[in-house]
């Protein structure tokens, strides 16, 4: 280590509530390294073991209902794409506030998940339907940012990048860690980031948006990673830690969703604090959405499955549960053009 590396070591990290209360005063770059690198290592076997036993539990018909509308409640419905329209914005938040124009049963949707330039198309179509508060109890609007999905950018571009979206009405904030930076060991530079985007969620009125930090674990290579980064993002300030952007493969799976869980858990247990998890990224079947229902009941409990405290990050989901869903109230399942395509 040289001069500049080991001044660094031992110059104070921005301040963070969660951090300061849990290793102390001194926190340093060195101190923060050590907490992370001192967390227990993953049985990597055991975990995947679990993982899949969970996932073979089944639930009775008469449960399938209500999980298939937790399901709905719980869905952060998504677009993501460069073709992104305003006009495809105001479709997508139709969808969520009306699922299913058949059956007025069907609930909303948690949130409307969208590029930061695309936040006040989605403001203005959920404004178009009620009043403010009305808006502010029911969807929410999340917005990707900090250079979304790379984080290849400079911190003050993604703090703009935040600001912005925050300032055009988002509810939310998904920002993505600098993975490079985490891989290579600099954790107080990912953890210094997550504390200023944390800051650029401020409101005018001293209120914040929701910060979800998404780990993109397809890319932190193992285990033992994934739990040093959910550690990490949530001790820098994360109302949630997200597993993905959905732009890399693998992206959410069953095992690192139970580890992120297990996290939370662990959190919940040292601090009385609730933490939120979201995984995103080829959750596309009814089937595979209750396997994470079970594993959120079996980790956490069922208080988590609402909206503030588990989402899932998906577009395609919404549509099979919703033909899942007229399969058990017909006893048929619907044509293609049953649901929008998304």
Request: net charge negative; glycine share 8%.
């Amino acid at each position: 280590m040289n001069a500049t590396e080991h001044a660094a070591a031992h110059t104070a990290l921005a301040p963070a509530e969660r951090a300061l209360d849990l290793i102390g005063s001194d926190l340093t770059e060195t101190t923060l390294r050590l907490h992370l690198e001192g967390l227990s290592g993953v049985d990597a076997a055991g975990l995947e073991q679990r993982a899949a036993g969970l996932a073979t539990r089944s639930i009775k018909t008469t449960s399938k209902a209500l999980a298939l509308d937790t399901i709905i409640r719980l869905i952060d419905l998504t677009t993501l794409e460069g073709a992104d329209t305003p006009g495809k914005v105001h479709s997508l938040v139709a969808k969520a506030m009306n699922p299913d124009a058949t059956d007025a049963t069907v609930p909303r949707v948690a949130a409307v998940c969208v590029y930061g330039d695309m936040v006040p198309y989605a403001v203005e179509a959920l404004g178009a339907a009620g009043t403010e508060s009305q808006r502010h109890e029911g969807i929410q609007v999340a917005a990707v940012a900090t250079a979304f999905p790379s984080g290849r950018a400079s911190l003050a571009v993604k703090l703009a990048d935040t600001s912005e979206a925050v300032a055009a009405g988002a509810d939310e904030i998904d920002m993505v860690i600098d993975r490079g930076a985490f891989l290579s060991g600099r954790y107080g530079l990912v953890f210094e980031q997550i504390v200023a985007v944390k800051e650029a969620c401020r409101r005018p009125d001293g209120s914040y948006a929701h910060l979800k930090v998404i780990l993109e674990t397809g890319e932190l290579a193992t285990y033992d990673n994934v739990r040093r980064a959910s550690w990490l993002a949530i001790l820098a300030g994360a109302d949630f830690i997200k597993t993905s952007t959905g732009k890399v493969s693998p992206a959410a799976t069953l095992p690192v969703t139970l580890l992120m869980l297990e996290v939370v858990r662990d959190w919940h247990r040292l601090t009385g604090e609730r933490i939120g998890v979201k995984p995103a990224g080829g959750i596309r079947s009814s089937k595979d959405a209750i396997r994470y229902l079970v594993t959120v009941a079996e980790t956490v409990g069922e208080e988590w499955l609402k909206p503030e405290l588990f989402r899932f990050g998906a577009s395609s989901l919404l549509n099979d549960v919703l033909l899942q869903r007229q399969k058990l109230t017909t006893g048929r399942y619907s044509g293609a053009d049953y649901v929008t395509m998304d």
